[in-house]
């Protein structure tokens, strides 16, 4: 692939060769160390734990970080081609990948003081530790608002009291960024968000969710009882933290249309692969039109999101507003994810239906892509809101 080219509202997607070659790295990478034991960690739900080491030792691990704070410095196209590659062959390690590079480090960079950089990014963006984000809880999913875990004020530090649900990388991240409540009557400006190191007295992790989908990431429940966090932990001003949550899940959306994209898109390969070597009725079943019509509809609109997550990297690149274009691309890919992998089952037929031929787990990765960070319905909200703004 020399090079790729792509106008799209005055946008040039002239893509450079450095980005050809971290697009070319997280290919190999995936294929070379992420599709070997893949079923395995699936059935198991086993996380992969070398695997993701050796992203961090790649620089997968904080792509946009600078290298001040131990980051790779590149941008956020760079980040979505090496996200579209590694989800083509497992989503459970993209996703392990976006909460560190999307929610976490960035985050940090953007709003933490100098000596919380040093302190937590440097080991987060160099792959050493990972982190977790904190913000769904057993009542406040899609409604971020409803926070019901407290950080009280104590002075010089906060009590933190409350459950955590579904949080990614809940049992092997060493730092939580946990959004807590401080004061109710101010609603959403009297939330604040914290750094919560692992191993501080009353943090436990909890239950470990039994998913349907990227069943090797690991999604726990944390559980805070009385847990002491010195004010210094605090991100940004007194009540900042559910415009913190805000703004950096508006960024993570981009990293999360990247993931759907490159599962619809690893579906489609596998489809087009698998078509060309089954034969019925005496010939290779791509020859048949019901199939090259499903293949020439997956192509379309993968390449169709495809622009979308391009679109919406470039703006949050050139820092531009790209709220409306980070929740359309999460939309459309999260939404061509799922129709793309069902048609890759329906292709390859019985086949498709057992686990050997990856596109059933891909069936069942894509489906989460619609729910976590803002589910449809409310990239939907998001984007009717922009058209009025």
């Known amino acids: 692939m020399a090079s790729a080219t792509l106008e799209l509202q005055g946008m040039n997607f002239n893509l450079s060769e450095e980005q050809l070659s971290v697009q070319e790295a997280a290919r190999d990478f995936a294929q070379n160390e992420l599709l070997p034991g893949i079923v395995e960690r699936d059935n198991e739900a086993k996380f992969p734990a070398e695997q993701v080491r050796k992203m961090g030792e790649l620089g997968f691990m904080g792509m946009m970080v600078s290298p001040e704070y131990g980051g790779s410095g590149m941008d956020t196209v760079s980040y979505v081609l090496a996200m579209e590659e590694i989800s083509k062959v497992d989503p459970s390690a993209s996703v392990i990948m976006s909460v560190n590079n999307s929610l976490v480090c960035w985050g940090l960079e953007a709003y933490g003081t100098e000596e919380q950089k040093h302190k937590y990014l440097t080991p987060l963006a160099s792959g050493q530790i990972i982190g977790a984000f904190c913000l769904s809880e057993p009542e406040a999913g899609s409604d971020a608002t409803s926070q019901a875990t407290t950080a009280e ?26 959004i807590a409540q401080t004061d109710r009557d101010k609603k959403h400006r009297g939330i604040n968000a914290l750094i919560v190191e692992k191993g501080t007295p009353g943090f436990t992790v909890g239950k470990k969710e039994d998913k349907m989908g990227i069943r090797a990431s690991d999604t726990h429940s944390l559980l805070f009882t009385d ?163």
């Open 153 to 178: 004020d104590k002075g010089d530090y906060y009590l933190v009291n409350g459950t955590k649900n579904w949080i990614t990388n809940g049992n092997s991240s060493s730092v939580a960024l946990v």
């Open 227 to 389: 847990v002491k966090v010195p004010k210094e932990n605090r991100i940004g001003d007194d009540g900042f933290g559910f415009k913190f949550a805000m703004s950096t899940l508006n960024g993570g959306r981009i990293g999360i249309a990247a993931q759907a994209l490159g599962i619809a898109a690893g579906a489609y390969e596998l489809s087009l692969k698998y078509s060309q070597e089954r034969k019925a009725f005496g010939r290779q079943i791509f020859d048949h039109q019901a199939i090259q019509f499903k293949l020439a509809e997956m192509a379309t609109k993968i390449e169709a999101a495809r622009l979308l997550v391009y679109k919406a990297a470039r703006l949050k690149d050139e820092h531009k507003d790209y709220v409306q274009a980070a929740a359309m691309a999460k939309l459309f890919a999260s939404e061509v994810a799922m129709w793309a992998t069902t048609e890759a089952v329906q292709i390859h037929g019985g086949y498709g239906y057992v686990k050997e031929y990856h596109v059933e787990r891909l069936m069942r990765d894509a489906k989460i892509t619609q729910i976590y960070e803002g589910t449809s319905e409310i990239q939907k909200l998001v984007i009717a809101r922009e058209l009025i703004r």
